[in-house]
């Protein structure tokens, strides 16, 4: 009798911790451990599963790391096995599989949650998620719309922002972003929650090229959420574009040491191009197909990214084709068919290339560099006009969208210029 007390004074203590550490939203470690030890004190308790789940969940948004991911996708199957009408673990569940790009298995899950709470606004916002990547903006409007409709909050503004970012809606997207960072800090959401949707606004100014802006909420976010690594890599982008490469070099080093993301190696590998470091260069491009290729997960989640470097690099170019295809038949998105465009053209398939293009410019979304691949596909054509048009718009967005490829795109224009025809 006197061990049961003990053990379920124990677990009422470790309750109270967890619930005042949630509220302030700090030490995911601390809330990690505590959910760990109430599972092994009471193996029987769903709830307990669900919550470790959500905490695997924050834990690995925090840092990058997508073992969290499989680590919640664990303890969330845990907590469905003892409670199969858990309907918010369902909801969870979706989320990992949407991070981890199963896709139907995130909507096929979310919709398990609605069963349960037709009400529940972020099962919708997991559905819209899903439909954005797989290329259903009207079935992610929707879903969003729905969400709003339940709550309107950060997670349901900042959702809807991105369609609207895609469909080329760039007030309607931003004023989304300010009203889902209004909304985080005044209902104290998760620092990490609010400072992705800063970043996010970050991203969405430097797309249009204000460079200034973009490096505000990149700096606001960082003060949030000190050290994130979303937010340094945006910082590196903006100082890369405003010509301070060995600021731009710091930042991404930074990041890369939180979380080795290929992206990020490959960024900074082509400032310090730039820069004139070719042994550096080449040691971040070796970095970027060992994270690629380090687990199965990485070669999932990486396609997208690896295709784009070796296209962007002319590097393994049967191998981009692949991997832009493997991409292409799961994520069918406008970024999916310009990462295959891409890889087509610099294959020499500009005729398919082309076919791609189209489709990644479904929604004329103001995105410098889909413009750059569409008039260099178009050049390759002997669509010289068409070509012109497009890189004017590439550069008119953001004259400096990406080392490299946009004194790539500014020789063309001018050669074009020169050319008169």
Known sequence: MRLYSSIAAAVVMLCCAAAALAADGAAVDRMIDIYQRLAAARPGDAEVYYKLGDAYIQKGRETGDISYFELASQSLGRSLQIDPSLGPAYRHLA?????????????????????????????????????????????????????????????????RSALESLRGRIEACTADLKRAIADGIATAKPAESVAWVQWQLGNEYFRIGKLNAALNQYEAALKTYPRYHRALAGAAQVRAAQGDLAASADFYRQAIAIIPMPEYAAALADVYTVMGRAADAAGQRALVEFIGRLSKLNQIIYNRSLAYFYADHDLELAQALELAGTELRVRRDIYGHDAMAWALYKSGQAQAAQAQMRAAMMLETPDPRLYYHAGMIELKLGRKQAARRDLRRALALNPHFQPIQDAVAARTLAALAGDGK
């Not at 139907?104 to 398990?112: K, S």
Request: aromatic content about 14%; glycine content about 12%.
């Open 95 to 159: 989320l990992v599989g949407y991070t981890l790009h199963d896709f139907a298995g995130a909507i096929r899950n979310a919709q398990a949650a609605l069963r349960f709470d037709p009400r529940d606004a972020y099962a919708y916002g997991v559905i819209g998620d899903a439909e954005l990547e797989t290329g259903d903006y009207d079935g992610a409007a929707r879903a969003y719309g729905t969400m709003v409709s339940l709550r309107g909050d950060l997670y349901s503004f900042a959702r």
